[in-house]
C-alpha cells in the first residue's frame, strides 16, 4: 500500500522513535546457528565475531517491541488491586451496563445460531446501517467505503498497517492516549510530537494550526488527529479541518482521524465536526471509530474505518490477517444500536455535560488545581501545583485516598504534571473523589 519509499530524517526533541537499534523492519534479530567459515571465534554453532556472528543469543521480541513503555494508567490500577474502597476513575468507561435492547439483540442472534464466520468487511446489514447513520449527520458514504473492525484500536491498527512502513515518518496533535502513538512505532515509523496548549484567555485547549501545518511536509506519511480528544477533550473546528485536508492535499500526506467521541461533545451540536464533512471519497483520509462509547458497548470491541474505495479490497485482506471477521452477532446487536439507539445516545451526552459541570466546578474550587473545562469526551484533564510527576502524585493518591486517577504522563511528555480523572461516574462518586483530593492535598500544606 506504501506508494513511497521509507525516508531518512533528523530526529528532534520532540520525535519519537521506535527504539536506536531497530526501526521495525523486516530485520530478523533472533538468534542463528552458523556452522564454519567465517571469522568468528568457534568452529560449531556457537557466536562469532566476524560478518557471520549473530546479535543476539536469547528468545526475544525485537526492539522496537521490547522498547515500548508500559501502560502508566494499568501501573497505577494494578498499585490499586486489593485496596478497599478505591474509586476508579482511571480507565475511559462509562459505569452505566449496554442498553437492555442491544444485548436482547446480541442474545436473539446467539439464540438464532449466529455463530459463524462473517464477511472480512462486516455483514451487510450492518455496513448498511453504519452507511444510513454516517449519512445522517455527514455527506452520505456508501457500503463500498465502509469496513467494520474488531474494536476501535483494531481500525487504528489496521489504518496503520495500510499506510506505514519502517522509516516513515507521522505527525500526531498531542497528549493523546499512548496507543494511538505506539501503533506507528510498532510498525518502525517515528512519531513527531504537536502539543496543544491552554489558551489563557479563553482557558480552553487550543492548536497552534501553523505550528501543525509547518512540521506536515512532503515527508510526513501520515498525521493523526484525535477529536474530540482523549485526554484533554480538546474539539477540533471546523475550519481547522478544513485548512488541514487542503494542506494534506498539498503536501500528499494522509491524515488519520480517529472520531472515537464524536458524538460526546457539550455545545448543544450532537456531533463534532468531521474530517468526512470536507473530504471527497478519493482523498487520503481514514476515519477510524468505535461502539464503544456513545452506545455503552466498550466490552464489545466493534467499531469501523471509512477509507477510500481504493483501499477497500486491501483492507479487507489485513482483516482476514488480523482477525478475519467480527463476530456475526456481535454485529447484529451493533446494527440495532445504530437503528434505535439516539434516545441513549442524547440521554448519554446530557449526563455526562451535566457529570463534567459538576466535576470541573468542584475541582476549580480546590485551591491550587486548574481543571480546564473540556468541550468534549468524558475526561478532566487538571493540573496540582506542586505536583510535577504525576505517576508518582498518582500512585500517592491511590495508596492514601483510594484515589484512582490516570496519570498525565501516560499520555506523552506533554501530559506531565497532569491527571485524567474519567466524569462518566454518578455525581455522588465524583464528589467523593474531590473531597478525597482534597485532604489529600490540604495534608500537604
Excluded at 560449531?44 to 522498547?67: E, F, K, S, V
Excluded at 492516549?177 to 505506539?182: A, F, G, I, S
Excluded at 464524536?262 to 477510524?288: C, H, K, M, N, T
Amino acid at each position: 500500500m506504501n506508494d513511497r519509499p521509507p525516508r531518512a530524517f533528523d530526529t528532534g526533541a520532540d520525535i519519537d522513535s521506535g527504539s536506536s537499534t531497530d526501526s521495525g523492519s523486516s530485520t530478523d534479530t533472533r538468534s542463528e546457528t552458523r556452522t564454519g567459515t567465517g571469522t568468528g571465534t568457534g568452529t560449531g554453532t556457537g557466536p562469532g565475531t566476524g560478518p557471520g556472528a549473530h546479535r543476539d543469543t536469547g528468545p526475544h521480541a525485537r526492539d522496537a517491541i521490547r522498547t515500548l513503555p508500559g501502560s502508566r494508567i494499568r501501573e497505577v490500577a494494578n498499585a490499586g488491586l486489593g485496596l478497599e474502597g478505591v474509586l476508579a476513575f482511571w480507565f475511559g468507561e462509562p459505569d452505566q451496563v449496554t442498553p437492555a435492547f442491544i444485548r436482547r439483540a446480541a442474545a436473539d442472534a446467539l439464540m438464532a445460531g449466529d455463530t459463524f464466520y462473517t464477511h472480512n468487511l462486516g455483514i451487510p446489514a450492518l455496513r448498511a446501517e453504519l452507511s444510513r447513520y454516517i449519512g445522517r449527520a455527514h455527506p452520505l458514504v456508501p457500503t463500498d467505503r465502509i469496513a467494520v473492525t474488531s474494536a476501535g484500536v483494531n481500525a487504528l491498527m489496521l489504518a496503520a498497517q495500510l499506510l506505514i512502513s519502517p522509516g516513515d515518518r507521522v505527525t500526531a496533535v498531542v497528549p493523546l492516549w499512548p496507543n494511538v502513538t505506539e501503533i506507528p512505532r510498532i510498525l518502525g515509523a517515528t512519531v513527531e510530537r504537536v502539543p496543544l496548549h491552554v489558551d489563557p484567555h479563553t482557558q480552553r485547549w487550543q492548536l497552534d494550526l501553523d505550528t501543525l501545518l509547518a512540521r506536515i511536509t512532503a515527508d510526513t506519511r501520515v498525521v493523526i488527529v484525535n477529536s474530540p480528544g482523549n485526554p484533554t477533550g480538546w474539539v477540533m473546528p471546523a475550519d481547522q479541518m478544513r485548512a488541514l485536508l487542503s494542506h494534506c492535499r498539498r503536501t500528499g500526506t494522509w491524515i488519520l482521524s480517529d472520531e472515537a467521541y464524536e458524538r460526546l461533545v457539550f455545545d448543544g451540536s450532537r456531533q463534532a465536526p468531521s474530517i468526512l464533512d470536507f473530504a471527497g471519497p478519493d482523498d487520503r483520509v481514514i476515519v477510524a471509530n468505535t461502539f464503544s462509547k456513545s452506545w455503552l458497548m466498550t466490552g464489545w470491541r466493534l467499531g469501523w474505518m471509512v477509507v477510500p474505495p481504493a483501499l477497500l479490497d486491501d483492507l479487507g485482506k489485513l482483516i482476514e490477517f488480523n482477525t478475519s471477521c467480527a463476530p456475526g452477532f456481535v454485529q447484529q446487536a451493533a446494527a440495532v444500536a445504530l437503528r434505535d439507539g439516539e434516545p441513549t445516545v442524547h440521554a448519554f451526552v446530557d449526563g455526562l455535560r451535566q457529570r463534567r459541570d459538576v466535576l470541573v466546578s468542584a475541582l476549580r474550587a480546590i485551591p491550587g488545581v486548574h481543571a480546564v473545562e473540556p468541550e468534549g469526551a468524558m475526561y478532566a484533564f487538571l493540573r496540582v501545583d506542586g505536583h510535577d510527576d504525576s505517576l508518582a502524585l498518582a500512585k500517592a493518591l491511590v495508596a492514601e485516598q483510594r484515589l484512582g486517577l490516570a496519570p498525565g504522563s501516560a499520555f506523552g511528555p506533554e501530559g506531565e504534571g497532569y491527571l485524567r480523572w474519567c466524569f462518566a461516574k454518578p455525581e455522588a462518586m465524583l464528589l467523593d473523589g474531590v473531597a478525597r483530593l482534597t485532604r489529600f492535598l490540604s495534608a500537604r500544606r
